[in-house]
């Protein structure tokens, strides 16, 4: 197991910023809120921001999440990933492929990659340790990608059965739905806009995690 995936394996709650929906406050507020929750795998996604403001941020963020013993995952952009130091990427299915990415940044750096059906999964399969894990949704429609189509618990089943990497399932968890994801075989739960958009974050986190312990 690559090193940094024992935070994965050993907290449920996966976050991942989205500014856009987090209430006027900036990324820097609220991972640091998600930090004082305890969360300990945190992924940064701005696709839209300016590449320096993204870089300025996440020499933040990275110092930040190396302070508190949390790992730093980028999405998508492999070159902001390598100049900050990140613990590693996630990638989706129309970025560069694994094996690609592996070579540029290194063997010791985690990869994460979003599968959405079988034969996705299989491919995974396949990549061996290229990849640490992978991301099975989305589970529900989801605020965060608009054109999305649910896959629904069949997938996450599905995945909890034949998946040779760990996974986090992903698309429209909440705390009200969160212990049905949970029931279909998911350990770890990529949770967005019911954490970034909370007023306040760490009782949000804290309650999500009680709702989990007594399922």
């Known amino acids: 197991m690559r090193a940094g995936m024992e935070q994965f394996i050993n907290n ?52 930040m999440t190396r302070d508190n013993g949390a790992i730093f995952i980028i999405d998508d952009f492999i070159d902001l990933a390598m100049a900050v130091d990140a613990d590693g990427v996630h990638i989706g299915q129309t970025d560069l492929p694994a094996q690609v990415v592996r070579q540029l940044i290194g063997n010791d750096k985690i990869i994460g990659l979003s599968t959405h059906n079988e034969e996705q999964l299989q491919k995974a399969n396949m990549l061996g340790d290229i990849i640490d894990y992978i991301g099975v949704g989305p589970v529900y429609a989801t605020q965060t990608k608009k054109n999305a189509v649910p896959v629904g618990f069949s997938y996450v089943e599905y995945a909890t059965k034949n998946s040779k990497h760990p996974f986090v399932a992903i698309g429209g968890i909440k705390e009200h739905n969160i212990c049905d994801v949970a029931a279909h075989g998911a350990k770890t739960f990529a949770i967005v806009s019911e954490i970034v ?19």
Do not use: H, W
Not at 40 to 46: A, L
Not at 53 to 59: F, H, K, M, W
Not at 197 to 209: M, P, R
């Open 12 to 63: 449920p709650i996966y976050t991942i910023t989205a500014e856009a929906m987090s209430n006027g406050r900036d990324n820097i507020e609220v991972v640091g809120q998600m930090l004082k929750a305890g969360i300990k795998f945190i992924q940064y996604r701005e696709k839209t921001k300016p590449a320096l403001d993204r870089y300025n941020e996440c020499l933040k963020l990275r110092q």
């Open 197 to 215: 958009g909370a007023d306040d974050i760490v009782g949000k986190i804290n309650s999500i995690k009680n709702t989990l312990q007594k399922k």
